[in-house]
């Protein structure tokens, strides 16, 4: 009996080593727009938001190469990301003030979250590490576009001037009249 504990008792610290030092698996799935995260502390379901069209998040396995409790981005605008996880380049989880448009595809390549559960996730990462994998592909007529109506004062500056993508509002003067400056200060009143 004794030589039956003696030879358990290292088998089982062996096994809670192994649960100590588990990392987090964190997998999105584009098809769903979802993330499954399974953790010490739980498991998790959330929504995301993955790429939009004409952008890309990229798929595979990755582990994070970066942290930061609040990233903005020099790319697009100094844009919030709160709670960053990093994982292939400039492509990060992180959270977004956009939640209501979780669940579908709405960003420039990065994961969305819902700031809430980027920051448990953030947390999780910070105490467990983490493996993430990307499966799947964005699913098709999910992409929300802004339309443009030919009477709208806010025009999108990229679709007046044929660039490829809008970055911005610019107003829309008729006539060569107005300016920006009292645009934005009546937008509606501005025909």
């Known amino acids: 009996m004794r030589l039956k504990l003696v030879l358990l008792a290292p088998a089982a610290l062996l096994a809670m080593i192994t649960v100590a030092f588990a990392t987090a698996n964190i997998h999105i799935d584009l098809s769903s727009q979802r993330m499954h995260v399974d953790s010490n502390s739980g498991s998790y379901?959330?929504?995301?938001?993955?790429?939009?069209?004409?952008?890309?998040?990229?798929?595979g396995s990755y582990a994070p190469t970066g942290m930061q409790l609040m990233h903005y981005s020099r790319k697009y605008h100094m844009s919030p990301m709160p709670y960053s996880i990093f994982f292939r380049g400039g492509y990060a989880i992180h959270g977004t003030y956009a939640t209501g448009a979780?669940?579908?595809p709405a960003?420039?390549?990065?994961v969305r979250l819902a700031p809430g559960n980027a920051?448990?996730?953030?947390?999780?990462?910070q105490n467990e590490g983490g493996s993430i994998s990307i499966t799947g592909a964005p699913p098709a007529g999910?992409?929300?576009?802004?339309?443009?109506?030919?009477?709208?004062?806010?025009?999108?500056?990229?679709?007046?001037?044929?660039?490829?993508?809008?970055?911005?509002?610019?107003?829309?003067?008729?006539?060569?009249h107005g300016t920006v400056r009292s645009w934005q200060s009546h937008p509606l009143n501005f025909y």
Not at 107 to 110: A, D, P, R, T
Not at 119 to 125: A, D, N, S
Not at 142 to 159: C, E, G, I, Q
């Open 107 to 110: 960003s420039h390549g990065c």
């Open 45 to 59: 379901d959330w929504p995301v938001s993955t790429a939009r069209a004409g952008y890309y998040t990229p798929r």
């Open 102 to 104: 979780l669940g579908r």
């Open 142 to 176: 999910k992409t929300r576009f802004a339309r443009v109506h030919h009477r709208n004062p806010a025009r999108y500056a990229s679709l007046r001037h044929g660039h490829g993508h809008a970055l911005a509002y610019a107003s829309y003067r008729r006539h060569g």
């Open 119 to 125: 920051r448990t996730l953030y947390e999780i990462v």
